[in-house]
């Protein structure tokens, strides 16, 4: 079992900046792949970035591409998500998720096998 935990959210003004980190100590990171997705109240959850086990593959949802960036640490075990030019519609909890795949940046929820608690992130306009 993996345990995730996300912080670094809140509330925040349209234009600004967030930084989310998604911690997993005590475990060997590098074996997964790390991706990131969002659930607005009443909506799905949605794909927002991913991340292979070194970090030269990247992914992310045309929604955000451009304004956050993803990257990890493995050293430190922990993932990011730099989130730039917010927006209102970029309201949502955030949750980190972590695959046994360590190669693939899955777009899917299904692909991932161990999920943290989220995170609120709140844009004001």
């Known amino acids: 079992q993996v345990q995730l935990g996300e912080s670094g959210g809140g509330l925040v003004q349209a234009g600004g900046s967030l930084r989310l980190s998604c911690a997993a100590p005590?475990?060997?990171?590098?074996?997964?792949?790390l991706g990131w997705f969002r659930q607005a109240p009443g909506k799905g959850r949605e794909f927002v970035a991913a991340?292979?086990?070194?970090?030269?593959?990247?992914d992310y949802s045309d929604s955000v591409k451009g304004r956050f960036a993803i990257s990890r640490n493995n050293a430190k075990n922990t993932m990011y998500l730099q989130m730039n030019s917010l927006q209102p519609e970029d309201t949502a909890a955030y949750y980190c998720?972590?695959?046994?795949?360590?190669?693939?940046?899955?777009?899917?929820?299904?692909?991932?096998?161990?999920w943290g608690q989220g995170t609120q992130v709140t844009v004001s306009s």
């Open positions: 005590g475990r060997t990171f590098s074996r997964y792949s």
């Open positions: 991340i292979n086990w070194s970090g030269s593959r990247k």
């Open positions: 998720a972590a695959a046994q795949e360590p190669t693939r940046t899955a777009v899917t929820e299904y692909a991932y096998d161990y």
